[in-house]
């Protein structure tokens, strides 16, 4: 590599850090054939990690760091004092063809401030998957940071070619959106993830390739002052509403000269771990919007114990369940129990009945379970009663872990 790539590399890599929405789950399988490259298998693959546990195994990158837009969170802003670079088609093609080779990378993130116009934009966007698909067969994973400005026949056309699609929302609120970000039209941006989920339906019922790892989003949190029960609110109102794979919660970061009415400091990163948590209540286990809102204390999640711990403690009538007789609806709101532990232990109670030790093997987190659940050995014995019950199952800050 020339030392211009490189620099450019350093530059367009670096920028797009701030994005969280790079997983590559729910692609399809996909092998290369004689004459084709790449996988979307992730064999052989050099996986690396962020500080704060993200994978990044993507070759994740913008097109360019240029932007018309002067979003007063973004460090690509036009008004921002930064380097500036910008890849031509085939650099992002050529280097993401070389980096799979090496197994570096399992895929590639592309996505792109805006230049000229957001069609124009998309169009390089589009002709970047479109060439690794057909000009070097290309079989790997793509997720393509869609423009909602762009045309909707631009952003069909690449849904054509990309495995997944995206759609910042950025900020939960409209009234946010027009104190930190009034070029962006929150309309717009709802009208593109519409249009991108009928596409999927249509090309899952008529068996045809479009954007098959469905799309994703993105939310910033603690730029303003948008209460966690709202941004969970605004994720179950878009799974809901386009079919959202999954919501992104990336916290704030200050950033160099940035704008008089941000914050001086990110919020803590324990709160970004609480919402994820509290997204996947609703995604894996059955809770309602208005469920994952009752574990909230005035719209905040507690930092030091998990929202399904803290539901719970807010229910205490509706504990201790049976584990050989509750329904999974119930079992699921253990503090503890995971899904998948819910399901073994419902398999394993047609054949007989569960002590304590054997919920100690489904699950890995009894500690927290065993005041909220009875077993054929077992009751708790007034323990869910306990007004110290939250002091002696909240987490020490020294073990906080990502979710």
């Avoid at 546990?53 to 760091?65: A, D, E, V, W």
């Avoid at 369940?321 to 995971?338: H, K, Q, T, W, Y």
Wanted: charged share 25%.
């Amino acid at each position: 590599m020339d030392e211009a790539l490189a620099k450019k590399l350093r530059i367009l890599a670096d920028a797009a850090k701030y994005d969280a929405s790079c997983s590559s789950s729910g692609a399809p399988k996909r092998k290369a054939g004689k004459g084709e490259l790449g996988s979307t298998t992730g064999a052989g693959i050099c996986h690396a990690y962020t500080p704060d546990g993200r994978c990044i195994s993507l070759l994740k990158i913008l097109l360019t760091n240029y932007c018309l837009f002067d979003c007063a969170y973004c460090i690509n802003r036009r008004s921002s004092n930064v380097a500036r670079a910008r890849f031509s088609v085939q650099e992002v093609v050529t280097l993401t063809v070389e980096f799979y080779k090496r197994n570096y990378i399992e895929g590639l993130f592309l996505s792109s401030g805006i230049i000229k116009s957001p069609d124009y934009t998309m169009e390089l966007l589009t002709r970047v998957a479109k060439s690794l698909r057909r000009d070097h067969g290309f079989r790997g994973y793509i997720h393509l940071k869609s423009i909602p400005e762009a045309s909707p026949w631009l952003i069909e056309e690449a849904g054509l070619y990309a495995d997944r699609l995206s759609i910042n929302v950025e900020l939960p609120t409209e009234a946010s959106l027009a104190r930190l970000a009034p070029e962006k039209d929150g309309a717009a941006i709802q009208g593109a993830m519409a249009q991108i989920s009928e596409r999927i339906v249509e090309a899952k019922a008529e068996r045809r390739r479009f954007s098959p790892a469905g799309q994703s989003t993105q939310v910033i949190v603690g730029a303003d002052a948008t209460t966690d029960e709202a941004l969970i609110r605004k994720s179950a109102h878009l799974y809901g509403s386009v079919g959202l794979k999954r919501v992104y919660y990336s916290a704030f970061s200050p950033i160099p000269e940035g704008s008089a009415i941000l914050p001086l400091k990110s919020p803590p990163l324990q709160r970004e771990h609480r919402l994820y948590q509290a997204d996947w209540l609703i995604r894996y286990y059955d809770f309602s919007p208005d469920d994952v809102a009752d574990a909230a204390d005035d719209g905040m999640f507690s930092l030091d114990i998990d929202p399904k711990l803290a539901w719970a403690l807010k229910h205490r009538h509706r504990f201790p369940v049976d584990v050989n007789r509750a329904d999974r609806e119930m079992l699921l709101r253990v503090p503890g129990l995971g899904a998948r532990a819910v399901d073994k232990i419902i398999a394993a109670r047609r054949h007989t009945r569960l002590r304590l030790e054997d919920v100690a093997r489904l699950s890995s987190a009894l500690k927290r379970a065993r005041p909220f659940l009875i077993a054929a050995d077992y009751t708790p014995a007034g323990l869910t009663d306990r007004l110290d019950l939250r002091s002696r199952l909240a987490e020490p800050a020294q073990q906080l872990s990502l979710f």
